[in-house]
């Protein structure tokens, strides 16, 4: 019983900006990690970027120095800011939330419904 809402994408130019946001809701434990993964036409979901508990990040390498993963977890919510767009980066983004729902338990990974950012040239 975890929902992601996300929001924030959109159309933009070549060199625009956007910020993307998911929240998310339900009984959550603990958070482990926070991400985001994107999904172009005829491609595969790629790890766009992830933030850990412990304040680490990772980022694709065609990403780095463009984008910033952060998230605020008294909220539970995490952003992607998204700087120097270009046309490669058009694609569905999906938010990742992997939680512990329980103590002991299991990780789970629940997904955002998607937020199409679409750059034009």
């Known amino acids: 019983q975890v929902q992601l809402v996300e929001s924030g994408g959109g159309l933009v130019q070549a060199g625009g900006s956007l910020r993307l946001s998911c929240a998310a809701s339900?009984?959550?434990?603990?958070?482990?990690?926070m991400g985001w993964y994107r999904q172009a036409p005829g491609k595969q979901r790629e790890l766009v970027a992830l933030?850990?508990?412990?304040?680490?990040?990772n980022y694709a390498d065609s990403v780095k120095g463009r984008f910033t993963i952060s998230r605020d977890n008294a909220k539970i919510t995490v952003y992607l800011q998204m700087n120097s767009l270009k046309p490669e980066d058009t694609a569905v983004y999906y938010c990742n939330l992997r939680v512990m729902t329980r103590v002991g338990g299991p990780a789970d990974d629940y997904w955002g419904q998607g937020t199409q950012v679409t750059v034009s040239s």
């Open positions: 339900g009984s959550i434990f603990s958070v482990i990690t």
């Open positions: 933030a850990t508990s412990f304040g680490s990040t």
